[in-house]
């Protein structure tokens, strides 16, 4: 079997990556999108880590077009790619990556947190924010149950579609003892 790194750490892990990751979810985006957005990721170092997530597949060129003598490419973003590891990635990683793989999770959750409140008044949109924490009673079959319950759930409002706001969602599940 093999024991290298797995592509989620070797790829998704680096801050900048994520950021990339995170501002392409649910919609398409150009690199020009990107650079508005990421505005301290000077623009090789962004274009350097667009192409990974390319070269990875996490990143798809979906169209270009010619503007100015250059070509501008629209990137989607295939969210269940990046929203899941397999067991084989992760009974590939050590205790040590499981935990750097969740503090980066953690710590982009919470920037993402505080750009929405210091974006300014949140009373047209409380709506739709929302955090809480449950405990789930789950045999293994049930988790899976619940898993693919979940995906039918959330799949049909995956797509960005006029009218619709953008909203992301985060869930962990732990095993607890």
């Not at 650079?35 to 996490?58: C, E, M, N, Q, S």
């Not at 924490?133 to 960005?160: H, I, K, N």
């Amino acid at each position: 079997m093999d024991e290298s790194p797995t592509p989620v750490l070797d790829v998704l892990l680096h801050p900048i990556r994520w950021r990339i990751v995170q501002r392409a979810l649910g919609r398409e985006v150009t690199t020009t999108d990107l650079k508005r957005d990421l505005p301290d990721i000077p623009t090789t170092t962004l274009y350097r880590h667009v192409a990974a997530l390319i070269d990875a597949g996490y990143l798809t060129v979906v169209r270009e077009r010619k503007i100015r003598g250059t070509t501008e490419r629209t990137l989607s973003l295939d969210q269940t790619k990046v929203g899941r590891m397999d067991e084989r990635e992760a009974r590939a990683m050590t205790p040590e990556q499981h935990r750097q793989a969740f503090l980066t999770m953690l710590t982009r959750l919470a920037a993402d947190f505080d750009r929405v409140v210091d974006n300014g008044d949140l009373s047209p949109r409380l709506h739709q924010l929302g955090y809480s924490q449950l405990a789930l009673y789950l045999s293994p079959d049930d988790m899976e149950t619940f898993r693919a319950g979940f995906t039918e759930l959330v799949e049909p409002y995956l797509a960005e579609a006029p009218g619709k706001d953008r909203i992301v969602l985060s869930m962990f599940s732990l095993p607890d003892s």
